[in-house]
């Protein structure tokens, strides 16, 4: 499986490790016009062949795959030009417009790089969603990002580009773990002079009721899930750590500490695997890139699973 390789930035050494362990050739790449750093990775990594343009590089029809890891609207424009019977993974968020996703509905040969997919974490949270075990999602999104003070700003989504290009993540999570979902709503959080300072968004769908997403800018937090079913809750806080809680112990009061307090009893801890030079999750999605383009069902985010991540981002902003 020979696999064409657009886009030569910090990323693409993670993606490019995977793909080969995961069974591709690497057969081309290409960056910008003549790129340097494309002709660096051929050496380290034994490309078959370099690209002058990216052009040249989908023109050629020499891969089987292609693996986009370029700036969002550059994807989306590379997207347009290649053809629907290639199979094509994209890096994120390929464009903040869901306009624009509108027009690659159709184009079910693309799948999108959300790695936290597939986390053993999160899927184990899926697996208790599946069998209708959790009844409430809470997700915490504490953005960096500068307070927002009107939606007309200029190049507003790339000034706060955060939410597009990073709270996705997290969207894309809850449709993962829950199918399709409908909005009950969106509260908006000010400060005295009107600036948006986060949000609360309650969403629900047939297998989860209540889904709560928070997002208070630059506050004192980490990204966080927590799933809770009847006798468990489940927490991933950062997102790459997974936790399972059942019950509490009491611990009494101490000179030291002159409370009673009650404590989560850990049923179970782990990490994604984080070797060094490697990102948790691409493995495993570099095998399941390769396993779709074998005609094998994965479980890789759609263009609609991208679109609806955005479509939620540009709802935060209708105040």
């Known amino acids: 499986m020979k696999l ?105 040969n693309i799948k999108i790089a959300f790695n936290r997919r597939q986390y053993k974490g999160v899927n184990q949270i899926k697996s208790k969603v599946d069998k209708n075990d959790i009844y409430l999602i809470e997700i915490s999104i504490p953005e960096s990002i500068n307070s927002i003070q009107s939606k007309n700003s200029r190049n507003f989504r790339k000034k706060y580009f ?6 996705i993540h997290l969207f894309d999570l809850i449709k993962y773990l829950v199918g399709n979902y409908t909005v009950s709503s969106i509260k908006h959080i000010k400060d005295k002079s009107n600036n948006l300072k986060g949000y609360v968004i309650n969403v629900k769908s047939k297998k989860v009721k209540n889904i709560i997403i928070k997002s208070i800018f630059n506050s004192s937090d980490n990204f966080s899930l927590n799933a809770y079913s009847s006798k468990a809750r489940y927490e991933m806080c950062p997102i790459e750590a997974f936790s399972k809680y059942e019950g ?21 801890n782990s990490f ?36 609806d991540s955005i479509s939620l981002a540009e709802r935060i902003f209708e105040f």
């Open 162 to 167: 955060n939410i597009f290009y990073n709270s």
């Open 248 to 268: 509490t112990k009491v611990i009494e009061p101490t000179s030291k500490y002159p409370l009673r307090r009650y404590v989560p009893i850990v049923i179970q």
């Open 4 to 108: 064409g390789i657009i886009g030569c930035g910090k990323i693409a050494s993670y993606h490019i490790i995977s793909m080969r362990k995961a069974g591709f050739k690497l057969h081309s790449i290409s960056g910008t016009n003549n790129s340097k750093n494309a002709k660096k990775f051929k050496k380290k990594y034994n490309i078959t062949k370099v690209f002058k343009n990216t052009k040249n590089l989908i023109e050629s029809k020499e891969y089987d795959a292609l693996l986009l890891l370029t700036p969002p609207e550059v994807t989306y424009r590379y997207l347009s030009m290649i053809k629907s019977s290639v199979k094509v993974l994209a890096e994120k968020p390929i464009t903040f417009y869901s306009s624009k996703l509108k027009t690659l509905k159709a184009k079910e």
């Open 272 to 307: 994604e695997s984080m070797p060094k030079n490697f990102k948790p999750g691409f493995d495993s999605q570099a095998r399941a890139f390769f396993n779709f383009c074998n005609k094998k069902k994965t479980n890789l985010a759609s263009i609609n699973d991208m679109l």
